[in-house]
């Protein structure tokens, strides 16, 4: 029993400059007996294909019932080109209740490439600006520009990410380290957690996704070991048993309960450790897109919120 908590007590202290820390209760956090109180999030990517403005796409995800919206920059961008406000937008999601729980943006932060490391912050500083006018408050920090190429420091990715977080505090918009298991880097949870921890910032927080988790080997008990507070929005979807894990892509992610992964076990690990943020619906699959937008965006909802049921039945 000593040995434990002399275990327990180095690895929050290894962790205690930053604000991703380790779940209170090793090895595992006790599954939690009772529905914490997320909030239900659509991507918008889940209907993508239908190709709508994102104010229809506002009107419809309010409508259903969710609680915010997690829009692509590219479509705000879009909205302003085509001759609409960020004033405007803003107080269309407001109207229909919603919150902008995060935005998704794929600036080129991370790259060794010191020049296209600049322009890519000077790109995400653009990105806060557009999320921060419509009333959004994170945005999604994924490795964009280094999923091939080779491996990078991590300490050194680290420091960059730290340069992107006081990015963030100039604009009130929180970067989000995004796990992306495809990716030459940031693949794993374990790699993600390293670099949040070592940016030694306040901020530090970690984007998971189910199918990423999955997709880049990571095992689903590796988030007993992160505090829920460090997680502010959770990517939710599902994943068929085929195509297995070496060839399975975006577009095979399918409704929560449609696939094989363990949603009980990750609701319930989320729970356990504080976790009661947003979980947000982000899909890919074709077949989705070809369907009636408003039936696609009311499936998710009620998709997400069985599965959360089922966990704390």
């Not at 290894?14 to 090895?27: K, W, Y």
């Not at 994102?54 to 409508?63: F, I, N």
Request: charged residues 25%; proline residues 5%.
């Amino acid at each position: 029993m000593a040995s434990n908590l002399s275990r327990r007590g180095f690895l929050t202290a290894a962790a205690a400059s930053s604000s991703i820390t380790l779940a209170a209760s090793l090895p595992a956090q006790a599954a939690a007996t009772k529905a914490p109180q997320f909030r239900y999030c659509f991507n918008t990517s889940t209907i993508r294909g239908q190709k709508l403005p994102l104010a229809q796409e506002v009107e419809l995800v309010g409508k259903a019932g969710y609680d915010g919206i997690e829009p692509w920059i590219g479509q705000i961008e879009t909205h302003v080109k085509d001759g609409g406000s960020l004033s405007d937008l803003r107080k269309r999601i407001e109207d229909a209740g919603l919150k902008v729980e995060s935005a998704i943006g794929f600036a080129n932060w991370i790259v060794d490439d010191d020049e296209k490391r600049k322009q890519g912050l000077e790109h995400v500083k653009r990105d806060m600006d557009l999320v921060a006018q419509i009333g959004g408050t994170r945005i999604a920090a994924p490795p964009a520009g280094a999923t091939r190429g080779g491996k990078l420091d991590l300490f050194k990715a680290a420091e960059r990410y730290r340069a992107l977080l006081e990015v963030g505090r100039q604009a009130g918009v929180t970067p989000q380290l995004e796990v992306w298991g495809f990716s030459e880097n940031l693949s794993r949870l374990g790699e993600t957690a390293l670099v949040a921890i070592e940016s030694r910032h306040p901020d530090a927080c970690i984007l998971p996704d189910v199918y990423h988790l999955y997709k880049g080997g990571s095992d689903f008990t590796g988030l007993e070991l992160i505090d829920g507070g460090a997680i502010q929005c959770f990517h939710m979807n599902d994943y068929p048993a085929d195509p297995p894990r070496d060839s399975i892509a975006d577009r095979d992610r399918v409704y929560p309960g449609d696939g094989v992964a363990p949603l009980t076990q990750i609701l319930q690990t989320l729970a356990g450790t504080g976790f009661s943020g947003v979980l947000s619906l982000e899909l890919f699959n074709p077949g989705y897109w070809e369907q009636d937008a408003a039936t696609v965006i009311g499936t998710g909802l009620a998709k997400m919120k069985a599965a959360v049921e089922k966990a704390f039945a």
